[in-house]
């Protein structure tokens, strides 16, 4: 689950307003949220009017993994949210020692043709019976 903070757009023509949602990535601009978490006002005349944010549940999204948009970072930044810090995972050493190195068998050495393996295997009795016959017509 890819979970996005993001502002989605109301207003009429050229007075734009905007809602600080916590949605899906895949999702469209305007489509379904999870939750509002406040909203932002670009053409307020006052600072203070500009934009409202719920610090509770923005720190929750934060510490679920939530992505900001760059536009909600620089909100979260002005209302004093702290945003955490992403550190690269440390790799562990193993703790197994490697195994010793042996060479890859090869298939082509120590194998014997298959002329040689069925001389090899071959029933015996029909060779002796094949030398029975000549013995017999031989006395004849």
Known sequence: MAVKLRLKRFGRLNHPTYRICAAEGYFARNGRVIETLGYYLPKAKRKEEQFSLNAERVGYWLSVGACPSETVTSLIKQSGIA??????????????????????????????????????????????????????????
Do not use: I, N, Y
């Open 83 to 140: 945003m955490p810090v992403s550190s690269p995972r440390k790799r562990s050493k193993s703790k197994a020692k490697p195994k010793a190195f042996t060479p890859p068998r090869q298939l082509g050495k120590g194998r014997k043709s298959k002329a040689k393996w069925r001389a090899k295997h071959a029933p015996a009795a029909p060779v002796a019976e094949a030398k029975a016959s000549e013995t017999t017509s031989s006395e004849d």
